[in-house]
Nanobody, 118 residues
Framework: QVQLVESGGGLVQAGESLRLSCVAS????????LGWFRRAPGKEREFVAH???????DYADSVKGRFTISRDNVKNTVYLQMNSLKPEDTAVYYC????????????WGQGTQVTVSS
């Protein structure tokens, strides 16, 4: 069982930056793949980025070059540094965790709101 708690959301203007944090608690957190997803108003939830236990990362095309995911396995925390934010990045951002040998994310946080004004 893994519990995830996100923080760091807020209201910013286009072009500004935010850093989201997600603290994970439970057993064996360092071996999990940790990911960020988002759901914009009226849209389906979409993948943003993930990071494996060894640090390998992957990003959605829409955020490549602007967002950076990282993790601190001592603090059991995953971060999402978001630069050059756009109004279309407005969404509720969710942290999620899964085992490396399973494709489905089993554990989810409650979400944190990010709003980017133009």
């Amino acid at each position: 069982q893994v519990q995830l708690v996100e923080s760091g959301g807020g209201l910013v203007q286009a072009g500004e930056s935010l850093r989201l944090s997600c603290v994970a608690s439970g057993r064996n957190v360092p071996i999990y793949v940790l990911g960020w997803f988002r759901r914009a108003p009226g849209k389906e939830r979409e993948f943003v980025a993930h990071i494996g236990s060894g640090g390998r990362t992957d990003y959605a095309d829409s955020v490549k070059g602007r967002f950076t995911i990282s993790r601190d396995n001592v603090k059991n925390t995953v971060y999402l540094q978001m630069n050059s934010l756009k109004p279309e990045d407005t969404a509720v951002y969710y942290c999620a965790a899964r085992s490396s040998n399973v494709g489905t994310y089993r554990y989810w946080g409650q979400g944190t709101q990010v709003t980017v004004s133009s």
